[in-house]
């Protein structure tokens, strides 16, 4: 059975999946990022979906966030590009196949994708999850081949949760 290499996820070091490198190395940069938008992020969510969430212990997790008394799981995955880039967004399928787990045991799952003009969110279901694109994509960004198959969301399918006037910035 092939498992995370979990002792090797701190910062600047390799970690592997299947017997090569996973996710290349942690760009603190992109970490730190991340880590603010979940801080900018969790109340608007928490407002828009009437929800409570919680960020589980521990440095790594299936999912940023959980409601406990209503059985929700939220991924938030923040993006330095405009919604429209894309005709569709990567979802790992690791976190589908979590999410597989979770709504066979009556949870709720959604992907909130944060872009620079929106914030954008698509709730996964046992049935749509079926229908999800599987193929190839990835990245090669960070000098290691992390090129393999990802779940797409297709950005038509996903309601907008907050739009953002990017005019205040002028």
């Known amino acids: 059975m092939n498992h995370f290499n979990y002792n090797s996820w701190n910062l600047g070091l390799k970690r592997t999946f299947h017997n090569k490198p996973y996710m290349g190395y942690i760009n603190k940069c992109d970490q730190k990022f991340g880590l603010q938008q979940e801080t900018i992020c969790l109340p608007i969510i928490n407002k828009f979906f009437k929800f409570n969430l919680l960020r589980p212990s521990g440095e790594f997790n299936h999912f940023d966030f959980?409601?406990?008394?209503?059985?929700?799981y939220v991924e938030l995955k923040s993006r330095n590009y405009f919604s429209t880039s894309f005709n569709d967004y990567e979802i790992g399928h690791w976190k589908i196949h979590?999410?597989?787990h979770h709504l066979?045991?009556?949870?709720?799952?959604y992907i909130v994708n944060n872009f620079i003009d929106k914030m954008v969110y698509y709730e996964l279901t046992l049935e749509n999850i079926q229908k999800l694109d599987y193929r190839m994509g990835g990245t090669k960004k960070w000098g290691i081949d992390e090129i393999e198959k990802y779940y797409y969301i297709p950005r038509k399918d996903c309601k907008v949760l907050l739009s953002k006037d990017l005019f205040k910035y002028l």
């Open 66 to 72: 959980f409601d406990i008394d209503r059985n929700t």
């Open 104 to 109: 066979k045991n009556g949870a709720r799952v």
């Open 98 to 100: 979590k999410a597989i």
